[in-house]
């Protein structure tokens, strides 16, 4: 069952369309990426679905009920893109506040909190006041409130930002158990290289619109071209390639190579092993995500 439908979503400030019509689905054990420029609409988004901002048209469903619900607060986790933490508290009392404002009763939340200062390595530094402690700190706190009541959706806006790649890695790590485990997550990022790594699908919004949708490793993949590594490479190898496609690069022994309609990656190597040179590894050919993006947004301007 999906966790998150929408349909036909748009939401209007005055003359300014800040989302036009936008229909996805989120399914039980996924990550979906929100993908856009500032102000393309993916935190309205956000806001959309946890009622934060009410839509000018279209519905919402969440675990297939009404949105509007507020029972489903209990079941999302949400991490805004500027967290507002109690600064003047210490960080294990805020997490038990907002573990008390889930519902948790008392064994619970103090094991809950106990466990996430461990994960989130601030169990030593529990005690001290919020506004003392770092930005990556203070993201690590606000990142432990939006799991702690262990939600069946995660709303991530960011939920990197200020960390250093030692916790951006540890964040995912999280991310990725609960969606293993079932939960399903939105996630908005501009660090694109992190969207490749912790997202299943991805939707590209430009002004409100979606441009492109898709799963991950379609989007980045470029029709039928292969990475082909040889063991040496050796002139007469491009001569048999160009029966069945062409050479786009050549990178020392490594060729990509796009195939002909009706032709596959067994053609390559069977016309490299006639040439007595072994494949070390072929695969499909990809560019960065970040790439594609460019050039989609590009085409929209």
């Known amino acids: 069952m999906p966790l998150i439908e929408t349909y036909n979503l748009s939401k209007r400030y005055g003359d300014i ?3 036009n019509n936008l229909c996805f689905k989120l399914e039980e054990g996924e990550s979906l990426a929100l993908l856009g ?38 079941e999302i986790g949400y991490l805004p893109e500027e967290p507002a933490l109690p600064m003047y508290a210490k960080a294990k009392n805020a997490l038990l506040y907002y573990g008390m404002l889930l519902g948790l009763d008392r064994k619970t939340r103090n094991r809950r909190v106990d466990e996430l200062l461990h994960r989130m390595g601030l169990y030593e530094d529990r005690n001290r006041m919020l506004n003392e402690y770092s930005r990556g ?9 939006a799991i702690i009541g ?44 992190e969207i490749e790594l912790e997202c299943d699908r991805a939707i590209i919004i430009d002004k409100g619109n979606t441009i492109k949708e898709g799963k991950i490793d379609e989007l980045i993949s470029v029709g039928r071209q292969y990475s082909v590594v040889v063991s040496e490479f050796k002139r007469g190898l491009i001569t ?32 490299v092993n006639k040439k007595k040179v072994d494949i070390v590894s072929i695969s499909i050919f990809k560019v960065a995500l970040e790439d594609i993006f460019s050039e989609l947004v590009k085409e929209k301007k």
């Open 17 to 19: 369309l800040a989302l």
């Open 37 to 74: 420029r500032n102000g393309a609409g993916k935190t309205t988004t956000m806001k959309l679905i946890l009622e934060l901002i009410r839509p000018t048209s279209g519905t919402i469903k969440v675990i297939g009920r009404d949105h509007r619900d507020h029972n489903l607060r209990r």
């Open 137 to 145: 700190m203070q993201q690590r706190v606000a990142f432990a409130q």
């Open 150 to 193: 262990e939600p069946k959706i995660l709303i991530l806006d960011e939920p990197t930002a200020g960390l250093d790649p030692i916790w951006r890695r540890e964040i995912r790590s999280i991310i990725k158990e609960m969606t293993n485990s079932g939960c399903a997550a939105l996630i908005s990022s501009h660090i694109l290289a």
């Open 240 to 271: 048999g390639i160009e029966k069945i496609g062409k050479v786009i690069e050549i990178d020392g022994n490594k060729l990509r190579i796009e195939l002909k309609p009706g032709y596959s990656p067994q053609d390559i190597i069977e016309i």
